[in-house]
């Protein structure tokens, strides 16, 4: 039996996000930022630079109200996060300034892996791999 091309490419690709948010993890750990995990980069590259609520982060992820306050509770205690009171019971979640310098030292390492990446693929070939994955993307929305 022949194995499913769309199970290879949800496998391929999970690896491929793994892989690049173990290193990103690592490489900023070596930079200094501890605590940094794959999880926690993923739930901060969730977040607006500006004012976040839980209940968006929630939506956005597809994760717990509770989950979410959870994990932000851990970012603030690490200094990457701060929460402000807002309307009713309502926080609103805020990037420290320790939290800012985080993710543009993140954008300069996913820069970097860029630069990596089209020199040992190629520039065209990555380009190409990159509109075919929007492409696939574009068909399965449509396939709703």
């Known amino acids: 039996m022949v194995e499913s091309q769309s199970l290879q490419l949800v496998q391929a690709t999970a690896r491929v996000n793994d892989q690049v948010a173990k290193l990103l993890a690592m490489k900023l750990q070596e930079k200094g930022y501890s605590g940094i995990t794959p999880s926690l980069l993923g739930f901060l590259g969730a977040l607006e630079c500006g004012v976040n609520y839980g209940s968006e982060i929630a939506r956005n992820l597809g994760v717990s109200r509770q989950m979410v306050a959870k994990t932000a509770k851990e970012l603030c205690h690490a200094g990457y996060l701060q929460q402000e009171d807002d309307i009713g019971r309502q926080k609103r979640i805020l990037f420290t300034a320790k ?7 993140a954008r300069a390492l996913l820069s970097e ?3 990596y990446l ?3 693929l190629g520039k065209n070939k ?3 791999l990159l509109n075919n994955l929007a492409k696939v993307n574009q068909a399965l929305e449509a396939h709703h």
């Open 99 to 105: 939290g800012e310098q985080l993710m543009s030292q």
């Open 126 to 128: 990555l380009n190409k």
């Open 118 to 120: 089209a020199e040992g």
């Open 113 to 115: 892996l860029d630069s």
